[in-house]
């Protein structure tokens, strides 16, 4: 199995802050990256699919980009409702997710 | 607007089987795959297998395979997971979740019933 390293595993943040997180495959998975943000309590909801395109309804502020092995997900001006859960997930063999990375306020 | 709804919680005692429904609505049921995923409290998702609504074929994850069947009724717009065995490291919120997979797609898992949690105790 494909496994999938997030990191950090949290992190504290203002608002306003550029945030970046990274999620690394054992192997390479070329562009079949997806990630999620998780809210307590909720389902994960998909921002980002293929690497780098944003699922519609997902604010301009999140981007993602990397293929092969590393990844990343960066929120450019990070706001109060982005304080979440956030994980990577590939789809090149069978479904494996990363540990996740909370996003806290500072 | 496309739904996936789930039944609700469940609390079953070690050994026994649970069995969760997901009722979708919004889009054309045989047209998309569902899977379900799994998360244990403070862990990341955990994918176990995915059903054909068209034809019913399934494939499980090796962790499952034996103790997981997925089902479904296209009469109802309706999948079903039934999980056997159950053991306390079983205790979860359980999601049926749709996929897309045409061109342009990645795989990715674009709606999510609400969860179904399970808890195993004795």
């Known amino acids: 199995d494909i496994q999938m390293t997030q990191s950090p595993s949290s992190l504290s943040a203002s608002v306003g802050d550029r945030v970046t997180i990274t999620c690394r495959a054992s192997?390479?998975?070329?562009?079949?990256l997806n990630w999620y943000q998780q809210k307590a309590g909720n389902a994960p909801k998909l921002l980002i699919f293929g690497a780098s395109s944003l699922q519609g309804g997902v604010p301009s502020r999140f981007s993602g980009s990397g293929s092969g092995t590393d990844f990343t997900l960066t929120i450019s001006s990070l706001q109060r409702e982005d304080f979440a859960t956030y994980y990577c997930?590939?789809?090149?063999?069978?479904?494996?997710f990363g540990g996740g990375t909370k996003v806290e306020i500072k | 607007q496309v739904q996936l709804v789930q039944s609700g919680a469940e609390v079953k005692r070690p050994g026994a089987s649970v069995n969760i429904s997901c009722k979708t609505s919004?889009?054309?049921?045989?047209?998309?795959?569902l899977h379900w995923v799994r998360q244990v409290p403070g862990q990341g998702p955990e994918w176990m297998g995915e059903?054909?609504?068209?034809?019913?074929?399934?494939s499980y994850a090796q962790k499952f395979q034996g103790r997981v069947t997925m089902t479904r009724d296209t009469s109802t717009t309706t999948v079903y997971m039934a999980l056997s065995s159950l053991r306390a490291e079983d205790t979860a919120v359980y999601y049926c979740v749709r996929i897309l997979t045409g061109s342009g797609d990645t795989g990715q898992f674009d709606h999510w019933g609400q969860g179904t949690l399970v808890t195993v105790s004795s």
């Open positions: 997930q590939q789809s090149y063999s069978t479904f494996t």
């Open positions: 919004g889009y054309t049921f045989t047209t998309y795959y």
């Open positions: 192997q390479s998975v070329s562009r079949y």
């Open positions: 059903i054909s609504p068209s034809v019913g074929t399934t």
